[in-house]
């Protein structure tokens, strides 16, 4: 089963901040946050991930609170083209326990 | 420079036959996974092989025998396919050894069973 909880949709503009929330209250200290989206039929992509600071690339930032039991994907400048589901996972270092497990993601709708 | 690619990429198919599905990465990692979509769009790993070993078997029917000949290919062989088989399945690959790295997908094989 996932460990994290994510609102089912949301929508924003196009060219404004997508802030994609997600909850892992029950996250241990060697697990990572990954996100990872899907377009529609396409396989998933990876976006970002992160332990405890907040980290930027080239297609989003990720700000994980102090507590580590949350987070949020930041999608600075939203386009049509960021419409897909994301997925917010937590996942160990090693072992099998490295599995990505995927929930039910969370549906953005970006609107013209 | 397809990274992951797979084949075919839509599968048509009758009941009771055996097919099988290839996947190929030209990344250099060690590590390839198998995993299922199905039509309420859960996505769940099968199996994972790491340098050709298999190293994550979930809870999947003894019909899917999963083969990699070498690092860089993993095929997945299915006998008897049933109604329930049709999904579309999705290959991946990564670094075992580097388990913070992120896992790279195909864009997945639609299997239809009629």
């Known amino acids: 089963d996932a460990k994290t909880t994510q609102p089912p949709s949301m929508d924003c503009a196009e060219g404004r901040a997508a802030n994609l929330p997600c909850n892992h209250s029950t996250i241990s200290g060697n697990e990572y946050v990954y996100w990872y989206r899907q377009i529609h039929s396409q396989g998933p992509q990876y976006i970002i991930h992160g332990l405890k600071n907040n980290e930027t690339n080239e297609m989003a930032s990720l700000i994980i609170t102090e507590d580590r039991k949350s987070s949020t994907l930041i999608l600075p400048h939203a386009t049509l083209r960021d419409t897909a589901v994301y997925y917010c996972?937590?996942?160990?270092?090693?072992?099998?326990?490295?599995?990505?497990?995927f929930g039910k993601g969370i549906t953005l709708s970006v609107r013209p | 420079d397809t990274a992951v690619s797979q084949t075919p990429k839509y599968l048509v198919t009758q009941m009771g036959n055996d097919k099988s599905i290839k996947c190929e990465q030209n990344?250099?990692?060690?590590?390839m996974y198998w995993y299922k979509q199905d039509s309420k769009k859960f996505l769940k790993i099968m199996f994972s092989?790491?340098?050709?070993?298999?190293?994550i078997n979930e809870t999947v029917p003894n019909r899917f025998s999963p083969k990699s000949p070498d690092k860089a290919h993993l095929n997945l062989h299915i006998n008897s396919l049933e109604l329930g088989d049709s999904a579309v399945y999705f290959c991946?690959?990564?670094?075992?050894?580097?388990?913070?790295?992120?896992?790279?997908f195909g864009d997945g094989t639609r299997l239809s069973i009629l």
């Open positions: 991946a690959s990564s670094n075992w050894g580097q388990s913070n790295q992120p896992q790279h």
């Open positions: 092989y790491n340098n050709k070993e298999l190293i």
């Open positions: 990344l250099g990692h060690d590590t």
């Open positions: 996972i937590v996942r160990a270092l090693t072992g099998a326990n490295s599995k990505l497990t």
